[in-house]
């Protein structure tokens, strides 16, 4: 694995460094430090699946899965990431956004940040369920397992 550290900003801002993945996206790189960049204030939205809550019953995070706006965790600086807790992945996105295929979470005091695939289908998922491909309007078949 290769670690960088982002480009000291002009203005002295510390920095966090950055693992990429065997999978790394540099698009997807590119659009969440866009997102710190333009000041923009984020939310994480943690995946209420039975991989990051192993203990809890699948229909009590189905019930809580429909309560997803209330459990948004408001981000300011990329530094606030980790505070995220350890080994929960969640969705990250724009406060006034309504969908993201970005994911992130923070594993042993390291920030991932990732686009999460259905198992089944190899499909990439959203918060919604379904990426939409912009260029066609075309989104992928909805059916979304747990992740």
Not at 120 to 138: F, M, N, S
Request: charged share 20%; glycine share 6%; proline share 8%.
């Amino acid at each position: 694995m290769n670690h960088t550290t982002a480009p000291q900003a002009s203005d002295d801002a510390r920095h966090v460094p950055v693992e990429r993945l065997q999978h790394y996206n540099p698009e997807v790189e590119q659009r969440v430090q866009g997102w710190f960049a333009s000041g923009q204030p984020l939310v994480w939205i943690p995946i209420l699946s039975q991989e990051n809550f192993p203990d809890v019953p699948q229909q009590l995070l189905e019930f809580a899965d429909n309560h997803q706006e209330a459990m948004r965790w408001p981000i300011h600086q990329m530094e606030e990431l980790l505070q995220l807790p350890n080994g929960i992945t969640g969705w990250l996105m724009p406060a006034t956004a309504s969908d993201t295929d970005v994911a992130c979470g923070v594993w042993d005091g390291e920030i991932y940040i990732l686009g999460i695939k259905d198992r089944r289908t190899g499909k990439p998922q959203t918060l919604l369920g379904e990426r939409v491909d912009v260029a066609t309007g075309q989104a992928d078949a909805p059916e979304q397992s747990a992740v």
